[in-house]
């Protein structure tokens, strides 16, 4: 979307985008998942030993298998880490104000409507 707002408006417009905030709930959450997630990798290379004497589960399920599973722990919290990092915002502002929110509207604009909304702004 940057390359065609440029094209379209040449230096008129300044496209900037940063990660939307997101709540102190969720960023603990996503910090609390990925030292788990770092945790789980750790555990297998490290601790495989002392985790399969004390379960014998671990010793015949996981620990033949520590790389599928270490794989499969890992991309499945980072599948979560990033749903939960992920807010759905993209913010519009034309000289500093607000145009488009899809936060507030729950959809994404079209390249057509987010045209319009800029060449309004701009007149």
């Known amino acids: 979307m940057q390359q065609a707002i440029f094209s379209q408006f040449d230096e008129r417009v300044e496209v900037m985008g940063m990660p939307y905030p ?31 004497e004390m379960s014998n589960f671990w010793r015949t399920n996981i620990s033949p298998s520590r790389l599928k599973y270490g794989f499969l722990g890992y991309i499945a919290l980072n599948f979560v880490i990033t749903q939960l990092s992920s807010s759905g915002a993209f913010e519009i502002f034309v000289n500093d104000q607000l145009v488009h929110s899809k936060i507030s509207s729950g959809q994404m604009p079209t390249m057509d409507t987010l045209f319009r909304i800029v060449r309004e702004r701009l007149q």
């Not at 960023?27 to 490290?46: D, H, K, P």
């Open 22 to 52: 997101l709540g102190q709930g969720k960023e603990i959450l996503v910090q609390l998942l990925t030292i788990i997630q770092y945790g789980f990798i750790a555990g297998l290379i490290f601790f495989d030993k002392q985790i399969s």
